[in-house]
């Protein structure tokens, strides 16, 4: 069955510190990994995709890594802004290939 | 501009009505999608239409039925609503198949007293 599980649950980082999210998954064949980031009462805002082991995405202080099983998606010197719940999906590449798997989520707070 | 725009934003109802959630995008885009979050931030997929054409049901009840009348609106209508039913319902939509990026509309919470 596939699935994603995202870690950790919570985390609250000083304004500053650097730090890393993990979405590790399982899923049959991989079309793509996706994250989004989530802010209270609003829907999910697209950050990154990912296609294939090896690849890397940056946008401002956000980089997104993938592996064979797992994707990282690295905060460094993170700001008061950047605390949201950070949701990372997977698109399996069999079936009806446009479906997302979402994991649970990590919630951010970065603390000024 | 709102790419995907959901209304009502807040939907609070008895149980055993019936009510129904509208999506629209002007995006342009052929493919258009409901999920579900629950209470736990959980985001699951209930149905995909594209081109008008149902062709993701992630065995929902068939309470639930999304309606289509043409590639800019999937609408969600639900009947004898359950108190399980309580949920922030997305809207979603993505540029043509094989495009892979989803765009989230704002949602709507629907709470069943």
């Known amino acids: 069955e596939d699935q994603v599980t995202q870690s950790p649950e919570a985390l609250r980082l000083q304004e500053g510190e650097s730090s890393s999210l993990n979405c590790s998954y399982t899923?049959?064949?991989?079309?793509?990994l996706f994250w989004y980031r989530q802010d209270p009462g609003k829907g999910p805002e697209f950050l990154f995709t990912?296609?294939?082991a090896g690849e890397e995405k940056e946008k401002e202080r956000l980089k997104a890594t993938l592996t064979k099983k797992e994707s990282f998606l690295h905060i460094t010197a993170p700001k008061p802004e950047d605390s949201a719940t950070y949701l990372c999906?997977?698109?399996?590449?069999?079936?009806?290939?446009?479906?997302?798997?979402f994991g649970t989520g990590t919630l951010l707070a970065v603390q000024p | 501009d709102t790419a995907v725009s959901q209304t009502p934003k807040y939907l609070v109802t008895q149980m055993g009505n019936d009510k129904s959630i509208k999506c629209e995008q002007n995006l342009g885009h052929d493919t258009m999608y409901w999920y579900k979050q629950d209470s736990k931030k959980f985001l699951k997929i209930m149905f995909s239409?594209?081109?008008?054409?149902?062709?993701i049901n992630e065995t929902v009840p068939n309470r639930f039925s999304p309606k289509s009348p043409d590639k800019a609106h999937l609408n969600l209508h639900i009947n004898s609503l359950e108190l399980g039913d309580s949920a922030v319902y997305f809207c979603a939509s993505m540029g043509r198949e094989g495009a892979d990026t989803q765009y989230f509309g704002p949602g709507t919470r629907l709470t069943v007293l």
């Open positions: 990912l296609y294939s």
């Open positions: 899923v049959s064949g991989l079309r793509g």
């Open positions: 999906a997977v698109q399996p590449s069999g079936g009806a290939t446009n479906k997302l798997i």
């Open positions: 239409y594209n081109n008008k054409e149902l062709i």
